[in-house]
């Protein structure tokens, strides 16, 4: 039998970086992932300024040996209208790899990891959990994504929510390739569809590409990304054959959450609880400030983890992200027609000025936000 204190079931950015902050607060957290990493994990892959930040990464140490790509524009349109092209002429995000990233953050928390551990049973006696049979521990932290079992125990039934799917690819171009490809490394083309339910890119990070996209409604997603890469081929974007079939992910947008995040002995984080950026649908900064904040929660507890306990969590979450049904832009586009929507995003897309200070500075950058500190 083994045991610890706090056990991190997923070991994605969320659950490594709570274990990290668990782990400078004298906590003795494990991890359970299902998996063996490094492993390939689907995601188009930025991280901003503010979250190497946040988790005190040296660019230089992280780059030796790993894809660390500088961003300093992005070039975006609705697609088929005007292409906008914002260039910062500064570092205001990284591409990453995620096999490289998550393994990275994995083995720098210090936690002892329980891999190719699929969480198969959990039991409850009296203040401590048994998990499998064989690990015991006082307190459960949910990071497994959107199919977290722990937040299916609290009751999350992710077939009855209304997600993003999506679909892409990552891999490494042929030299060939690599010449003929006309998106820049430092410039990340994104493409939102027609009807403004989703949007796809094509991101370079040095000889890897990555393609995808992703929508609100998933009804016909296959045929909207496959319409999206013809329209890639048409513009002269992408002028080889994809050599890896596109892999599937969803995830739940922070506006429409509605998971229960904490119960006695049990907090969910990340993914799991559903906190992806509305706008964006970027999961990797709210998972990681998820994560820092849950660890911060729990050293408050002072190991004493009943729900009244482990509520200044909930707290933490709404001074940090607001409300999950605050976001007045969300609400307006709710109310309008579709018709109406799609001709307001043709105009206001091909704007210079919204481009870059509504699309990027604030629903994919987050620039108005500064790091926890």
Same mark, same amino acid.
């Given at each position: ?5 706090? &056990? %991190? #079931? /997923? @070991? !994605? ?5 709570? $274990?990290?902050? *668990? ?115 006082? &307190? %459960? #932290? /949910? @990071? !497994? ?5 722990? $937040?299916?125990? *609290? ?118 609880? /559903? ?99």
């Amino acid at each position: 039998m083994d045991s610890c204190d706090v &056990l %991190i #079931v /997923g @070991a !994605g950015p969320a659950g490594s970086s709570c $274990a990290w902050a *668990l782990r400078r607060e004298g906590i003795d957290a494990g991890i359970l992932d299902k998996r063996v990493f490094p492993r390939d994990k689907v995601c188009g892959g930025w991280i901003t300024p503010a979250v190497v930040e946040e988790l005190e990464i040296s660019a230089d140490e992280y780059a030796s040996g790993r894809v660390l790509q500088p961003i300093t524009g992005f070039r975006t349109s609705r697609m088929g209208g005007s292409e906008v092209l914002t260039d910062y002429r500064a570092t205001i995000s990284y591409g990453i790899r995620r096999c490289e990233f998550d393994e990275f953050l994995l083995k720098r928390s210090g936690a002892r990891v329980f891999a190719a551990a699929p969480l198969k049973s959990l039991e409850r006696s009296g203040d401590q959990w048994l998990v499998n049979g064989e690990i015991t521990a006082r &307190l %459960i #932290v /949910g @990071a !497994g994504g959107h199919f977290c079992p722990v $937040a299916r125990h *609290l009751g999350a039934d992710a077939r009855a929510e209304v997600a993003v799917a999506a679909q892409e690819t990552e891999f490494e171009m042929a030299p060939s390739q690599a010449e003929a490809c006309e998106i820049r490394s430092e410039i990340p083309e994104l493409f939102f569809s027609p009807d403004i339910k989703g949007y796809g890119w094509c991101f370079r990070k040095g000889n890897f590409l990555n393609v995808g996209l992703g929508r609100l409604d998933p009804h016909g997603l296959p045929q909207h990304v496959s319409r999206f890469v013809e329209f890639l081929r048409e513009s002269g974007k992408l002028t080889f054959d994809l050599p890896k079939a596109m892999a599937g992910h969803a995830y739940l947008l922070y506006r429409g959450t509605q998971r229960r995040m904490i119960s006695d002995g049990i907090l969910l984080v990340g993914d799991a609880m /559903g906190l992806a950026y509305s706008q964006s649908g970027e999961g990797i900064r709210p998972a990681i400030e998820s994560g820092l904040l849950a660890a911060k929660a729990i050293a408050s507890a002072g190991g004493n983890y009943s729900e009244d306990r482990l509520e200044p969590y909930r707290q933490f979450l709404f001074d940090r992200f607001g409300k999950s049904d605050s976001e007045w832009s969300a609400a307006i586009g709710r109310r309008l027609p579709d018709r109406l929507v799609s001709a307001l995003a043709q105009r206001l897309f091909a704007s210079d000025w919204f481009s870059r200070h509504v699309i990027l500075d604030r629903w994919f950058l987050h620039r108005n936000e500064p790091a926890l500190s």
